[in-house]
């Protein structure tokens, strides 16, 4: 069995101006689809050939004769995850369960907002920020490369890619602006508010 490019859930060019098409060409249909071949051919014919996405990251997380599995397979679940972050018209203060979350946990949108910014600006090359579920408690957390919390424990909620790739077309070395852009206009809350139903 080998993985399969999951349809994007919304149009490419839903997105724009936050996030062109021409980003989302690239992003998902080379960047993303590159991931997916790698992993495809990294555990062909091996004992990981039929197991899931969530598995191989758990199982390889840390080794590193693994590592090339480890990074393709968690850049494919992260990029899954990070389409579902956003939606068209989305961003800005969320409200019902995940808004109460972050009042009790992280001390309101507003401090929100501050962490995930700094979380997206202060991972020094390339990464993830997110927001996860520690032990049922909302935090915010980056990631550098491929690395997902996942591998530590953790239930991710939301992602944000700073990739270079991520926003280099639409926005070139200004990734504040480009995390601006994901709070206020495309985080998509109620897929983030539906992972804390997994816990
Ligand atoms: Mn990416």
């Known amino acids: 069995m080998s993985f399969t490019l999951p349809e994007l859930p919304y149009p490419k060019e839903a997105l724009a101006p936050h996030i062109s098409e021409k980003t989302l060409d690239f992003h998902y249909g080379k960047h993303h689809n590159t991931y997916l071949t790698n992993l495809n051919k990294l555990i ?10 969530e598995y191989i990251i758990e199982k390889t997380s ?9 990074n393709n397979a968690a850049q494919v679940w992260n990029h899954t995850f990070y389409w579902n972050s956003m939606k068209p018209g989305g961003g800005g203060k969320p409200s019902g369960r995940i808004a109460e979350e972050i009042d009790e946990h992280l001390g309101g949108y507003d401090q929100f907002v501050e962490q995930f910014k700094k979380a997206g600006a202060t991972q020094f090359g390339s990464g ?6 520690n032990r049922g408690v909302l935090e915010v957390m980056k990631t550098p490369n491929a690395d ?51 816990t």
Do not use: C
């Open 128 to 133: 993830w920020a997110w927001l996860v579920l």
């Open 44 to 53: 062909q014919d091996t004992d990981l050939a039929n197991e899931s996405l």
């Open 62 to 70: 840390g080794i590193t004769s693994k590592s090339g599995i480890f």
């Open 148 to 198: 997902n919390p996942l591998a530590h424990g953790f239930t991710p909620v939301l992602t944000m890619d700073v990739w270079e790739h991520a926003y280099y077309l639409d926005y070139q070395n200004r990734r504040p602006d480009y995390i601006e852009a994901f709070i206020n206009n495309l985080i998509n809350w109620d897929h983030a508010s539906s992972q804390l139903e997994k």
